[in-house]
C-alpha cells in the first residue's frame, strides 16, 4: 500500500510558478514509477509527467514540455512537479500517482496504469 499526499497548490497569475509535491508513505517509493496528472473544469483527467522509479527517465505531455519539470528524491519519498510559465490553461486539480512499471509512451501516461493515487490539490492560474 502506498498513501501519497499533495501539497503546493493555490492560485497564482499567468506567467508565475508554483511547485507541487507529493509525499509518499511506505518503504517501498523507490520501487514506484511516479505521474502527475491533472483534471481541468469541465475536462477528463489528463496525463502531465512521469518519472521512472530511479528518476533516470522522465516522460511530459507535449503540452507542459519545455515547462514543466518533474523530480522525486527517493530519501524523501516525494516527487515534485515544478512549473514554470503557467497558463490559465493549466489550471486544475492536479493528482499524484504511483505505478508499479515502466514502459511506453501510451503506458506510462494511462491512468490505468497507476495504482495509487492521492486525494489532489487546486492549481488557479489567472489571466
Known amino acids: 500500500q502506498v498513501q501519497l499526499i499533495e501539497s503546493g497548490g493555490g492560485l497564482v497569475q499567468a506567467g508565475g510558478s508554483l511547485r507541487l509535491s507529493c509525499a509518499a508513505s511506505g518503504r517501498t517509493f523507490s520501487r514506484y514509477a511516479m505521474a502527475w496528472f491533472r483534471q481541468g473544469p469541465g475536462k477528463e483527467r489528463e496525463f502531465v509527467a512521469a518519472?521512472?522509479?530511479?528518476?533516470?527517465?522522465?516522460y511530459y505531455a507535449d503540452s507542459v514540455k519545455g515547462r514543466f519539470t518533474i523530480s522525486r528524491d527517493n530519501a524523501k519519498n516525494t516527487v515534485y512537479l515544478q512549473m514554470n510559465s503557467l497558463k490559465p490553461e493549466d489550471t486544475g486539480v492536479y493528482y499524484c500517482a504511483a505505478a508499479g512499471l515502466w514502459g511506453m509512451p501510451e503506458v506510462v501516461a494511462g491512468s490505468r496504469s497507476y495504482a495509487y493515487w492521492g486525494q489532489g490539490t487546486q492549481v488557479t492560474v489567472s489571466s
Open positions: 518519472i521512472r522509479w530511479d528518476g533516470g527517465s522522465t
